[in-house]
C-alpha cells in the first residue's frame, strides 16, 4: 500500500487493473485501517477516474456473494448517498410503492455513513433480520415483491470498510460503488448521484451494461428527485431537466423532506408515510421518484400512468403490505 500512496501522492491515477487489486486487497484483509484510510482519503482530495471506479467495480463483483432469483425482472432504486442533505429515506420508501404496483423489486442497501439513517439502518429498526440465502430472498420476492440485499452480507470489501467509513463520517468513493454492484444485477436501475460530474461517469459506466438505466439528479444537490428544485434526468435515451411541478405536480422546502436526528425520528416518518399519513409534500417526492422507476422498466406509457401506478398503491394500502409481507418474512 505505501508504494500505491506514494504513487497516488503524486497526482497519478491507477489503471483498472491497478484500481482491481487495491479494492481485492481491501476485501481479502491485506492493509491495515490505517492504510485503508489513508487511500480512502486520496479521493476525498480529487476526483475519481473512470477507470478506478470500473476497476473498483470489477474487484466488489468478482468477490461477491451473487444472488440468483432465477430470471426475474427486477428494478433496483437506489441513490450514492453523501449528498449530506439529510432527507428520510425516499429511495427505500420508493421501492415499496414500486413493489405495491407488482413490479420486482431487489432493494440493495447498507448502513448510513454520512446520514442519520441508511436503508439497512430504517429497516433494522424495523424488525427485518438481513439475510443471504438465496433460496430465502426468492421466498420475500415472491411474498412481498421485494427482497433487500444488505450490501456488507455481499461485498467482503464493504464490511471491511464499514467501520472506517463511519469513523470519517464523510462522503467516500464507496458511495460511488454502492449503486453499481447489486448481486442480483437487476435489469433496471434507478439511480441517484450527488453531483453531475457523477452523473457523467454513471452514464458513462452504465452505457455498456445491459440494465436499462434512469440517472436523476436535483440540480440543488440531492441524490434523489427532492422537489426543492429543478431536476435532470439521464436515461440510455438521453437526458432533460425537468421541473419539480414537472416531476411532482407541485414544489416542496427542504424542511419538508428532513429525515430527523435519529434512526428512530427516520423509522416513524418511514413507516408514517407507508400508512398513508405522511404529508401532502413527504407523499409527492416518495411518488415522483417511485413513478421514475416505473418509467424506468418501460411497462407503462406515459409518466403521468406511472404516478397514477405510485399514488394507487400507496393509497390502496398494497406498498404498506408489502413492507408487513416482508417484515413477517424475518
Not at 90 to 102: K, P
Not at 121 to 147: H, P, R, S, W
Not at 190 to 196: A, D, H, I, Q
Not at 270 to 279: C, D, R, T, V, Y
Request: net charge negative; aromatic share 8%; charged share 20%.
Amino acid at each position: 500500500m505505501k508504494k500505491t500512496l506514494n504513487y497516488l501522492f503524486e497526482h497519478k491515477s491507477l489503471s483498472r487493473e491497478q484500481a482491481k487489486e487495491v479494492l481485492h486487497n481491501i476485501s481479502t484483509n491485506v492493509y491495515s485501517d490505517a492504510e485503508i484510510a489513508a487511500f480512502i482519503t486520496v479521493y476525498l482530495m480529487r476526483s475519481i477516474t473512470i477507470d478506478e471506479l470500473q476497476g473498483f467495480r470489477d474487484a466488489l463483483m468478482e468477490l461477491c456473494v451473487r444472488v440468483d432469483l432465477e430470471g426475474q425482472e427486477l428494478i433496483d432504486i437506489v441513490g450514492t448517498g453523501g449528498d449530506g442533505k439529510n432527507t428520510f429515506n425516499i429511495s427505500t420508501l420508493s421501492c415499496f410503492i414500486v413493489a405495491g404496483t407488482g413490479t420486482k423489486v431487489a432493494k440493495h442497501g447498507n448502513y448510513g455513513s454520512t446520514s442519520v439513517s441508511g436503508s439497512s439502518n430504517v429497516m433494522e429498526q424495523m424488525g427485518y433480520t438481513f439475510k443471504k440465502d438465496n433460496d430465502v430472498l426468492k421466498k420475500e420476492l415472491e411474498n412481498a415483491n421485494i427482497c433487500f440485499l444488505h450490501a456488507p452480507l455481499f461485498h467482503p470489501a464493504l464490511k471491511v470498510v464499514g467501520p472506517i467509513r463511519k469513523h470519517l463520517g464523510v462522503r467516500t468513493f464507496f458511495n460511488m460503488l454502492g449503486p453499481l454492484v447489486n448481486p442480483a444485477d437487476p435489469k433496471f436501475r434507478l439511480v441517484g448521484v450527488y453531483n453531475l460530474e457523477m452523473a457523467r461517469i454513471y452514464n458513462y459506466i452504465l452505457q455498456q451494461g445491459s440494465s436499462a438505466f434512469t440517472i436523476i439528479h436535483s440540480m440543488d444537490g440531492y441524490d434523489e428527485i427532492s422537489l426543492t428544485g429543478d431536476a435532470k434526468v439521464i436515461t440510455n435515451a438521453g437526458e432533460k431537466i425537468y421541473s419539480a411541478e414537472d416531476l411532482g405536480k407541485r414544489t416542496v422546502s427542504a424542511m419538508d423532506i428532513h429525515g430527523g436526528n435519529a434512526v428512530e425520528d427516520a423509522a416513524k416518518i418511514f413507516l408514517a408515510i407507508l400508512k398513508g399519513e405522511g404529508s401532502w409534500a413527504q407523499n409527492a417526492v416518495v411518488l415522483a421518484n417511485s413513478a421514475m422507476a416505473l418509467q424506468c422498466t418501460g411497462a407503462y406509457k406515459s409518466y403521468d400512468d406511472c404516478y397514477q401506478a405510485a399514488v394507487e398503491s400507496l393509497e390502496s394500502g398494497r406498498a404498506y403490505r408489502s413492507l408487513q409481507k416482508l417484515i413477517a418474512g424475518s
